[in-house]
């Protein structure tokens, strides 16, 4: 694409990234032999070969398996080093990264293992090349509210040891049938603790659950939100609080929100004035790191340079940085 090396150039972050999402197959591989783990596919481009989804569920069927050979700090720290070389590959200045851990505690894996090796990883990348990192928790909105009560008990202790990374929390998994008030007693305690929130909300689930995100949980940010647009009400509330919507252009086709990328409204939506931002959620998965989400959404929908450059500053803006770095990356 004749835009790329503009894209590449362009100082940009990513909002919407589920660390859990950027295991290759080849990694997978690696670890699952690494640690002594039988996978039920015989080869690499099996594994690869399976990732045909038809909506949320049966890619969160193949991810949460994927995740099964995560173990020890070090595998942690792999995961998140090969992303970050890529982000420091795209331009990339600062990423915001979701992390799953009841994936991983239900598994017997120690929270602090989880911690220790991203924040490992993370630390490196802001000593050796400057490129930030920040660290939301989130919670599995398919299990209970308890259990993310005693996920975030479990996690509090370490808070002060990740001051610099862990800033917020998430809400992500099945989204249908579990709407965010189910969260509101957790995402109350999270802002209590002073925790950035946001949300998924909007992505399979209707426009409603976009406005109990905000009304209930109080989320400064929304995961996906392209179903806002059912709710004229909504989009206007949205334009004028500014409140940012992490888009997954690459993630939406593959899970078919959208049937087409031609179809997505994205475009539309930043022509109303939404703060619309571009990330990749699931990189591994849906064939794309955030270059490419860039390069095939303005394929798809005739994006202009200037547009794109508009969504690179909306990242920036709607990053949880202190307002100095914010306008230093600008
Ligand atoms: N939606 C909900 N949960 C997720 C996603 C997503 O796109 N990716 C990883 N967990
Ligand atoms: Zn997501």
Same mark, same amino acid.
């Given at each position: 694409h004749h835009l790329r090396p503009f894209v590449l150039g362009l100082p940009k972050t990513e909002l919407h990234l589920h660390i859990e999402g950027t295991l290759e197959p080849e990694l997978i591989f690696a670890l699952a032999e690494r640690n002594g783990i039988q996978l039920p596919y015989p080869s690499v481009q099996a594994l690869r070969d399976a990732y045909q989804f038809t909506d949320l569920q049966s890619f969160l069927d193949l991810y949460y398996a994927g995740a099964g050979v995560l173990i020890t700090e070090q595998d942690f720290y792999d995961m998140t080093m090969a992303y970050l070389l890529r982000m420091r590959a795209e331009g990339v200045r600062h990423v915001e990264i979701m992390f799953d851990p009841q994936t991983h505690t239900v598994r017997g894996v120690d929270i602090s293992t989880v911690f220790a090796g991203l924040a490992r990883a993370l630390r490196e990348a802001r000593d050796s090349w400057g490129l930030s990192a920040y660290l939301l928790l989130s919670f599995l909105r398919h299990l209970s509210e308890e259990d993310a009560l005693v996920t975030l008990e479990q996690a509090l202790p370490l808070r002060e040891a990740y001051l610099d990374l862990w800033i917020g929390v998430g809400l992500d998994s099945g989204e249908r049938g579990n709407p965010p008030e189910k969260f509101a007693r957790v995402y109350e305690r999270c802002r209590t603790l002073g925790f950035r929130l946001v949300a998924h909300a909007g992505e399979e689930g209707p426009a409603e659950y976009v406005r109990n995100a905000l009304d209930v949980l109080q989320a400064e940010r929304i995961d996906h939100?392209?179903?806002? &647009? &059912?709710d004229p009400a909504l989009l206007q509330r949205l334009i004028h609080q500014r409140t940012p919507l992490t888009v997954c252009p690459l993630s939406n086709l593959k899970l078919q929100v959208v049937d087409e990328l031609d179809q997505h409204n994205l475009a539309r939506l930043l022509r109303l004035g939404l703060c619309v931002t571009i990330n990749s959620d699931d990189p591994a998965y849906f064939g794309g790191y955030l270059v490419e989400n860039y390069l095939a959404t303005a394929q798809a929908l005739n994006l202009t340079a200037p547009q794109l450059a508009t969504l690179a500053r909306n990242s920036i803006s709607a990053s949880f940085l202190p307002d100095a770095r914010k306008l230093a990356l600008l």
């Amino acid at each position: 694409h004749h835009l790329r090396p503009f894209v590449l150039g362009l100082p940009k972050t990513e909002l919407h990234l589920h660390i859990e999402g950027t295991l290759e197959p080849e990694l997978i591989f690696a670890l699952a032999e690494r640690n002594g783990i039988q996978l039920p596919y015989p080869s690499v481009q099996a594994l690869r070969d399976a990732y045909q989804f038809t909506d949320l569920q049966s890619f969160l069927d193949l991810y949460y398996a994927g995740a099964g050979v995560l173990i020890t700090e070090q595998d942690f720290y792999d995961m998140t080093m090969a992303y970050l070389l890529r982000m420091r590959a795209e331009g990339v200045r600062h990423v915001e990264i979701m992390f799953d851990p009841q994936t991983h505690t239900v598994r017997g894996v120690d929270i602090s293992t989880v911690f220790a090796g991203l924040a490992r990883a993370l630390r490196e990348a802001r000593d050796s090349w400057g490129l930030s990192a920040y660290l939301l928790l989130s919670f599995l909105r398919h299990l209970s509210e308890e259990d993310a009560l005693v996920t975030l008990e479990q996690a509090l202790p370490l808070r002060e040891a990740y001051l610099d990374l862990w800033i917020g929390v998430g809400l992500d998994s099945g989204e249908r049938g579990n709407p965010p008030e189910k969260f509101a007693r957790v995402y109350e305690r999270c802002r209590t603790l002073g925790f950035r929130l946001v949300a998924h909300a909007g992505e399979e689930g209707p426009a409603e659950y976009v406005r109990n995100a905000l009304d209930v949980l109080q989320a400064e940010r929304i995961d996906h939100g392209v179903r806002s &647009e &059912e709710d004229p009400a909504l989009l206007q509330r949205l334009i004028h609080q500014r409140t940012p919507l992490t888009v997954c252009p690459l993630s939406n086709l593959k899970l078919q929100v959208v049937d087409e990328l031609d179809q997505h409204n994205l475009a539309r939506l930043l022509r109303l004035g939404l703060c619309v931002t571009i990330n990749s959620d699931d990189p591994a998965y849906f064939g794309g790191y955030l270059v490419e989400n860039y390069l095939a959404t303005a394929q798809a929908l005739n994006l202009t340079a200037p547009q794109l450059a508009t969504l690179a500053r909306n990242s920036i803006s709607a990053s949880f940085l202190p307002d100095a770095r914010k306008l230093a990356l600008l």
